[in-house]
């Protein structure tokens, strides 16, 4: 007897927020991608590279960054959608590089540096549906689940195969929960608990309290990602597949020619403990390296929680809340984007001869969210002013990168605001 597939089967509210929690990570995990291949991105002609080239460079890297921004955007929306139907914003993650078990067998993710391999896994990222189906040729799931299979009230089917594929199943199960508990019963958030525009200069981020901007929200996703059709010029898919053609041609031309600095792949200066027995990272053991990894570990981290309490903030005022936006946005620019391009410029150490460092986004186990308003504050201003200290007391190591200087500026700037 033949079945149909059902990749993302969605019966009751514990299925969709273990959905949307998973989207939330896929969402983070791929930034983390984007972002590490852009830090590895070369920067002048000193490194090897044509003026030509070097313009190819600095376009390929300024739409990776106008990718990432959008999918943090997608972050932020599956956030928003968990914490609508009675959820959490879901900021944790398994580190980089993913666990077979972790997502489906395609979402392998590991940090590479800016190269044709790692080309090939965002264009298979950002696949649309209806390319990958073709590509298929109608071949069947060894694992398809039979629609007549009783529901599993635990968890959901997770039998998908692209991003889209799981917005879609995600979809559904909104508009059958919808129908099933009705709207008021669905959407159960109280009233200005979304975070939205007001608070983010992000295009597209909708806050979600009912039905219609649910699907909304989940169709800017999709669109941004796979595009609305499939020649969509717009989409991640077709400009990925954009940077994949130039880079070829200029390969093509100059074979010699390499865009990124040798950046290990999936780098630690300390290895966490969610790692797979047999996952393969590089073991970061440069002194200067090792400490700038650190910080910029510490700062991603205290970003990701800042941001977090966003999406899941109780009884702060307005004012408080427009501070956390702030500040999360600003660490980015002003802590992990100078911080991630200067260590791929640093070497790995003795272990790696001939490459350098990179960051490894890591998430620690005490990474999570402060459970109070008033703790909260106190306990992100007490990081701040930490990793203000650290900076500076590395900046008396010889050969401490100029780059620490600037962080810690801008880290004290951050806590005089939580004073």
């Known amino acids: 007897m033949e079945h149909a597939v059902v990749p993302v089967r969605i019966e009751n509210r514990a299925q969709l927020i273990y959905l949307l929690t998973e989207a939330a990570e896929l969402e983070h995990e791929i930034l983390c991608c984007y972002l590490f291949a852009s830090f590895s991105m ?6 090897g590279v044509t003026e030509e080239q070097l313009a190819s460079i600095r376009g390929w890297r300024d739409l990776l960054r106008g990718i990432a921004v959008q999918e943090m955007i997608h972050f932020a929306t599956a956030c928003n959608l968990l914490t609508a139907i009675g959820g959490e914003p879901q900021l944790h993650r398994p580190n980089l590089p993913t666990g077979s078990r972790a997502y489906p067998p395609r979402f392998q993710l590991r ?5 044709p391999e790692a080309i090939d896994q965002f264009v298979s990222l950002e696949q649309p549906e209806a390319i990958w189906e ?13 629609l007549d299979r009783l529901s599993d009230i635990f968890s959901s089917e997770r039998n998908f195969a692209t991003v889209g594929e799981l917005y879609r199943g995600i979809q559904d199960g909104f508009a059958y929960l919808a129908q099933k508990l009705g709207e008021e019963g669905l959407f159960v958030a109280p009233a200005g608990t979304q975070t939205a525009q007001e608070y983010f200069q992000m295009p597209g981020l909708i806050a979600v309290t009912d039905l219609a901007s649910a699907l909304a929200a989940i169709n800017v996703i999709v669109e941004q990602g796979e595009g609305a059709s499939a020649d969509a010029e717009d989409s991640h898919y077709k400009r990925f597949v954009q940077i994949q053609h ?26 966490p403990t969610d790692l797979a027995p047999d996952a393969e990272v590089a073991l970061v053991d440069d002194p200067i390296s090792v400490n700038l990894c650190q910080v910029f570990d510490g700062c991603y981290e205290l970003m990701i929680q800042v941001i977090g309490r966003l999406f899941a903030h109780g009884d702060e005022a307005p004012e408080t809340l427009s501070v956390y936006a702030d500040i999360g946005v600003s660490l980015m620019f002003d802590a992990i ?25 890591r998430l620690s ?3 999570g969210l402060p459970s109070h308003s008033t703790s909260a504050r106190i306990v992100f201003r007490e990081r701040l002013v930490e990793l203000q200290r650290y900076c500076r007391f590395l900046q008396m190591e010889p050969g401490a990168p100029a780059v620490l200087g600037t962080v810690a500026t801008a880290l004290q700037g951050y806590a005089a605001k939580l004073a």
């Open 246 to 271: 130039e880079y070829r041609e200029a390969r093509a031309r100059d074979p010699r020619f390499v865009a990124a600095r040798p950046v290990v792949t999936s780098p630690y200066a300390m290895l």
């Open 134 to 146: 073709a590509e298929q040729q109608g071949e069947f799931r060894a694992t398809a689940v039979p």
């Open 111 to 115: 940090l590479m540096p800016f190269s």
């Open 337 to 361: 984007d100078p911080l991630g391009r200067t260590i791929t410029q640093l070497p790995a150490g003795p272990s790696h001869p001939g490459q350098n460092a990179g960051p490894s986004f």
């Open 42 to 47: 070369k920067e002048g002609t000193s490194e």
């Open 365 to 367: 186990r005490s990474g």
